[in-house]
């Protein structure tokens, strides 16, 4: 079967750094997605990566190992807003997107 | 910008009314999707689309249909609504199938059947 694990919540303090983990088993694999998703709102696109290796992009980055089902989304300098629900996404030999259930992340000041 | 629209924020229905959304994209994009998401569940597909008048089930596709007379509108039928049925429903689209395009979504329609 396809799987994606992610922690369900996580809680960081504000200006610190985290790293929100993603793990998946899928039948073929043509990338992996994170999305950022606030309360009440539609997901949005952070980053994508579909080579092994590290994607940094401002604040966020986003790492890939793809011989061990394995993504990271590392956010530094957290701010308030960065309080949202994010949303790991592999797109599989289908290009079907396999979603996981998404890792709820508090901010504390 | 791509734009995604649906027709309600919020909707509110009684058992066994048959109840319509809609979802409208401007980027002429040929995939469109219908998820609906629940707390711990994630996004779950119901249905999506590739072209118009094509329709294809995702994981969860029983009580409802779809419909896509036009490139830009997919439609998501509950024919009987049912108090299972509450949820958030999400519609995205992407360009084509030809490739892990990222999905765009629209801003989300949170149906209670009472």
């Known amino acids: 079967g396809q799987n994606i694990d992610q922690p369900t919540e996580m809680t960081a303090t504000e200006g610190a750094i985290v790293q929100i983990n993603c793990t998946y088993q899928?039948?073929?694999?043509?990338?992996l997605f994170w999305y950022q998703q606030h309360a009440g709102e539609a997901p949005t696109f952070l980053s994508y990566?579909?080579l092994d290796g590290l994607e940094e992009k401002g604040r966020f980055s986003s790492f890939l190992s793809r011989s061990k089902g394995y993504s990271y989304l590392l956010l530094k300098e957290l701010q308030m807003k960065d309080s949202a629900s994010y949303l790991c996404?592999?797109?599989?030999?289908?290009?079907?997107?396999?979603w996981g259930a998404g890792t709820k992340l508090i901010i504390k000041p | 910008d791509v734009k995604v629209t649906q027709s309600s924020r919020y909707l509110v229905k009684r058992t066994g009314e048959k109840v319509f959304l809609e979802c409208v994209q401007d980027?002429?994009?040929?995939?469109m999707f219908w998820y609906r998401q629940d707390p711990g569940l994630g996004l779950r597909l119901i249905y999506f689309?590739?072209?118009?008048?094509?329709?294809e089930k995702g994981d969860i596709p029983e009580g409802y249909s779809v419909s896509r007379e036009k490139k830009e509108r997919f439609s998501l039928i509950l024919e009987s609504a049912s108090t299972n049925q509450t949820s958030m429903y999400l519609c995205?689209?992407?360009?084509?199938?030809?490739?892990?395009?990222?999905?765009?979504f629209g801003p989300g329609t949170r149906l209670t059947v009472t």
């Open positions: 995205a689209s992407s360009p084509t199938r030809d490739g892990p395009y990222e999905q765009y």
């Open positions: 980027m002429d994009h040929e995939n």
């Open positions: 689309s590739y072209d118009v008048k094509m329709k």
């Open positions: 899928t039948s073929g694999f043509n990338g």
């Open positions: 990566n579909v």
């Open positions: 996404a592999v797109v599989d030999s289908n290009y079907q997107l396999i």
